[in-house]
């Protein structure tokens, strides 16, 4: 890799903000801190409410971990169903254990009924239980009547999580609104506002990107898999005992779905369902079920397609349909968590500039951190291969049957490339993780031509795989011209003096350098069109690895401007 | 006040071409007036006329929409003060709540890359202009008003308004062709040219 | 209209102040007369511009001379580049009708900052670099 010096990457020039950006950020006033402390108090509130009520379920789903175990043997095991009209259907257990040499009888499975909308869900966790089976109970000490067959698992705990974070984000945004720096109050520091400015963004922008990836992840992903295999599933006779359009009634309004009871057989063993399609939620529109309900009359034959490899997963329509499409919502989710998160990141934040130290000086971070880079790329990639993966398995599945589709297998080529090329570009970021990083101190934090001024650096981490490694001070002019309906913006370096530049380690590690800027440069200008701005960059060759690349921007002065 | 766009060239004869001096700096280029073969105002204005105040201006990018209908839009202020120009930017979909405002107000109205507006952009301007007595728009392809007018641009045409910045010979044929036909690219490229010569 | 701007020079340093007439002649007395001291931007990118004073000049007349007082701004300095060059300028604006203006030269010495140097481009050349760093 060379020196690229003509294509040097230039970035965005956050230090500007703070010499000629204080309109954007003025302090709020006091009722702006009330305006924000009443939004920020909603999420407070709801999350408190929240954090309660998942509290309150949890202690006392976790407190059969208190009562102690006991043999249980199953006496009956069936699909129950309730009057509830969303989730009916539930495991209706009962076995026998002895206690203290006394013999009991329960029938409650676990401390919080597990209730199902489908059916073979609930006939799973049946056909796990069948009678006759031992295994062991927990019973309550204190009361030996009252005992269960499962306990709720840990991981449920995880849930407190979701209702924390709003917890977390209303009381940081109260504290930043009435306790947070002010851009206006710190003379060199402008960071400290913008970041929790641009902190709440960011995690709001994860909470999305994270619910949005794991719903698309560990839902929507593998049943577009399942429902896209559910057309090789096994063609099998079934007859209908009950079937309706279900109505569901929220704030929102009234959502219908189709609810088809039916009964089958596989190797003699009779089975029920009311599933209609693997994606089959509930929305508006009456009529399309109606329809659909009708061509199933109770009695009506029929046939359903039965999962080769687990009888109880079963669907009277094979194929996605159209439905799947409501299942993209997530992705929507994900995509605007995205956007935020890269917005609030681009934004310019405390980029190029940390506080001042005790002698004046002044530390410049680079404007993008490394791990950022990774994140961002990592999610892209995340994203593009999970979808892109779900239609590679059905080439991969059509070849090991001897039926390649060659088409489909044409036709994904190029969306298997670009999602390589993100796994490679992940790859090249993940690399550069292990590149030493650069810290950058001036004295005075402001250059003024002329005047005496100070640079130092310390390279952390691997320094001895660098080959070369340069600081030098750039000044450019940046012109920007409309042409059509875009901008364009052109740059033009004209000013490159290098403050450092060896092959040598320990002259890598740290250093300084002591100069003035010549008196007749011309100071950082910015106007709409046209600028001229100023930065450290910093450059680190190492061999068949990613180059160290890193820019500061720095200020400088015309004196009493 | 019209740029003085050959002033300064001898000035850099022995020393670098300064952005000042450049005679394809952006104030000259974009002074330059609207030319073609055959174009005459009152054949325009006499089609505009004929399609009762309205119609479209098409061609390519950089082959003088935008600056016809700036001096189009500058002919109309002088006798209607009612008069307004509102420019789209890029995958601008729909109009802002300033450019409603303005276009509301207003009785010619000229509309600059019109193409960038969505179907429901366009239905909405032309329900805000519905009562406007003008409505000239830019677009790179015919089809949302009449067309008054296809820009067309040529090596001679370019050769034309290189000769009007410039003493300098350049081969605008050449030019041209590198660039399409786009006459704003042509120029800017030579900016870059004087730039580093 | 017949306009003229006479300052005593065109060329200033910061913080000097700019003394000068103005003159004109018009067919009707203007309603409003003012002079401002302002930049702009030439070059590739688009113009860019601000006022930075002013001078109103009290029941213009038909026919008048106004002596004007100004004082040259620290920054922006006059400036050139390849991309951009600042300027400064008076500008004598008769309302209604037209305006006028005069480019002024306002830097440290009063020698426009030119950004073209070479010696500032020879980042390799070790000679070079002891001109302004020495470590």
């Known amino acids: ?561 | 006040m019209a740029p003085d766009c050959r002033h300064g060239e001898e000035e850099n004869v022995l020393e670098k071409m300064k952005a000042r001096n450049n005679p394809f700096r952006s104030e000259c280029v974009d002074a330059l007036p609207y030319r073609a073969e055959g174009f005459s105002w009152d054949i325009l204005t006499t089609r505009l006329q004929a399609h009762q105040g309205r119609g479209a201006i098409i061609g390519p990018e950089g082959h003088g929409k935008t600056t016809l209908l700036l001096e189009w839009k500058q002919r109309f202020q002088s006798n209607a003060p009612s008069t307004c120009f509102v420019k789209l930017e890029d995958r601008q979909h729909r109009l802002t709540s300033d450019q409603r405002k303005m276009i509301s107000g207003s009785q010619h109205i000229f509309l600059d890359s019109a193409e960038q507006l969505g179907w429901w952009g366009w239905q909405e301007a032309l329900k805000l202009t519905i009562h406007a007595k003008t409505l000239i728009i830019t677009t790179h392809r015919p089809g949302r008003l009449p067309t008054l007018m296809e820009c067309r641009s040529s090596p001679q045409l370019l050769a034309g308004l290189i000769a009007e910045l410039t003493s300098h010979p350049f081969d605008a044929e050449a030019l041209w062709v590198r660039h399409r036909g786009n006459i704003r690219l042509a120029l800017r490229s030579l900016y870059d040219h004087c730039a580093s010569s | 209209m017949n306009a003229e701007i006479r300052p005593e020079r065109t060329t200033y340093q910061p913080g000097e102040t700019i003394e000068g007439v103005v003159t004109w002649s018009t067919q009707k007395p203007p309603r409003r007369a003012e002079l401002r001291l302002f930049w702009h931007t030439k070059g590739k990118g688009d113009r860019d511009s601000e006022t930075v004073q002013q001078q109103v000049f009290d029941m213009p007349q038909q026919q008048d001379s106004r002596a004007f007082v100004l004082q040259a701004p620290d920054f922006p300095p006059s400036f050139s580049g390849r991309l951009i060059s600042l300027m400064w300028g008076l500008e004598l604006v008769l309302e209604p009708g037209d305006s006028q203006a005069i480019d002024l030269l306002i830097a440290t010495g009063g020698k426009e900052l030119d950004l073209q140097r070479e010696e500032w481009l020879q980042i390799a050349d070790t000679e070079k670099k002891k001109m302004f760093w020495k470590r």
């Open chain 1, 1 to 561: 890799m060379g020196w690229p010096f003509e294509s040097a990457v230039i970035r965005s020039h956050a230090l500007m903000e703070f010499s000629f950006g204080n309109q954007s950020g003025r302090p709020a006033g006091v009722f702006g801190k009330i305006g924000i402390t009443v939004f920020f108090l909603l999420f407070l509130g709801m999350g408190l409410l929240f954090t309660w009520l998942i509290g309150h379920f949890l202690i006392q789903s976790f407190s059969a971990y208190q009562w102690k175990p006991a043999s249980a043997t199953i006496v009956s095991s069936s699909v129950g169903e309730s009057k509830s009209s969303d989730s009916p259907y539930f495991a209706e257990v009962k076995f026998r254990y002895e206690w203290l040499g006394e013999s009991h009888v329960s029938d409650q499975l676990s401390l919080t009924r597990q209730t199902y909308s489908s059916y073979d869900k609930a006939q799973s966790s049946v056909a796990a239980l069948p009678p006759g089976l031992v295994r062991t109970c927990y019973v309550n000490p204190e009361d030996p009547g009252e005992a269960v067959l499962e306990r709720a698992d840990f991981w449920v705990g995880l849930f407190i999580l979701l209702p924390l974070v709003f917890v977390v984000v209303g009381a940081g945004g109260i504290y930043g609104a009435w306790f947070g720096k002010d851009k206006a109050s710190g003379t060199l520091s402008p960071q400290a506002g913008k970041r929790a400015k641009g902190g709440a963004p960011w995690v709001l922008g994860a909470i999305f990107t994270l619910v949005g990836g794991g719903i698309l992840a560990f839902w929507f992903l593998p049943t577009l898999a399942r429902s896209i295999s559910s057309t090789t599933w096994d063609e099998t006779p079934c007859m209908v005992i009950s079937s309706r359009v279900k109505s569901h009634s929220d704030s929102d309004g009234t959502t219908y779905s189709v609810d088809i009871l039916y009964q089958y057989s596989v190797d003699g063993k009779e089975y029920k369902s009311n599933r209609y399609r693997l994606f089959s939620g509930s929305s508006s529109g009456y009529d399309t079920k109606a329809e659909v309900v009708s061509q199933y009359p109770p009695g009506q034959r029929s046939v359903c397609y039965v999962n080769p490899t687990n009888p109880t997963e079963v669907v009277l329509k094979p194929g996605p349909g159209w439905s799947f499409l409501f299942g993209l919502i997530p992705l929507a989710f994900m995509g605007a968590g995205i956007m935020v998160m890269i917005q609030s990141a681009k934004a310019p934040r405390a980029g190029n500039s940390a506080g001042l130290s005790a002698n004046g000086s002044q530390t410049l971070k680079p404007a993008a951190s490394p791990h950022m880079k990774v994140f961002g790329i990592f999610l892209v990639a995340l994203f593009w291969n999970g979808i892109v993966s779900v239609f590679v398995s059905e080439v991969v599945h059509g070849f090991s049957r001897g039926r390649p589709d060659w088409f489909l297998t044409l036709f994904m080529v190029p969306f298997v490339a670009v999602g390589l090329g993100l796994v490679a570009g992940f790859v090249y970021q993940i690399l550069a993780l292990w590149n030493p990083r650069c810290e950058i101190q001036i004295n005075p934090p402001v250059l003024v031509p002329g005047q005496p001024v100070e640079v130092s650096w310390t390279l952390r981490g691997s320094v001895h795989r660098l080959q070369r490694f340069l600081i030098y001070l750039e000044g450019r002019e940046e012109a920007t011209y409309r042409r059509g309906t875009s901008n364009y913006t052109d740059k033009e370096t004209f000013f490159r003096v290098p403050l450092a530049d060896t092959e040598s380690p320990l002259e890598m590690t740290q250093g300084e350098a002591k100069g003035a800027l010549p008196v007749d440069v011309m100071p950082t200008f910015i106007a709409s069109n046209n600028k001229v701005v100023w930065a450290i960059k910093v450059r680190g060759e190492i061999q068949r690895w990613p180059d160290l690349n890193e820019e500061f921007s720095v200020t400088v002065t015309g004196g009493t401007q």
